[in-house]
Nanobody, 123 residues
Framework: QVQLAESGGGLVQAGDSLRLSCQAS????????MGWFRQAPGKEREFVGF????????YYADSVKGRFTISRDNAKNTVYLQMNSLRPEDTAVYYC????????????????WGQGTQVTVSS
């Protein structure tokens, strides 16, 4: 079992930056690929990005590529989502996700989810 706890959400203005953190506890964090999905009001949850176990491979949705950066610190059991140049359309609940060994862009492949943290970007 892996427990995931997100933090760092909030209300910001368009163009601002925000960093989300996801603290993992439970089984060996270093065996899990980690990532982020988001769900905007009235929309389905969508892929944001995922980082491999080693951190060598990182995958991003086209909508965030060049603005968002995922990183991980295995010593701290934490994965981060640095969000720059935020836009109103980035407003969503952001969910941390974990999958054993392999990164994924599909939420059906995720083994564990966090509770989510709200990010609101005003125009």
């Amino acid at each position: 079992q892996v427990q995931l706890a997100e933090s760092g959400g909030g209300l910001v203005q368009a163009g601002d930056s925000l960093r989300l953190s996801c603290q993992a506890s439970g089984r060996s964090f270093s065996n899990y690929a980690m990532g982020w999905f988001r769900q905007a009001p009235g929309k389905e949850r969508e892929f944001v990005g995922f980082i491999s176990v080693s951190g060598a491979q990182i995958y991003y949705a086209d909508s965030v590529k060049g603005r968002f950066t995922i990183s991980r610190d295995n010593a701290k059991n934490t994965v981060y989502l640095q969000m720059n140049s935020l836009r109103p359309e980035d407003t969503a609940v952001y969910y941390c996700a974990a999958r054993l060994f392999l990164a994924t862009t599909e939420q059906r492949n995720v083994d564990y989810w966090g509770q989510g943290t709200q990010v609101t970007v005003s125009s």
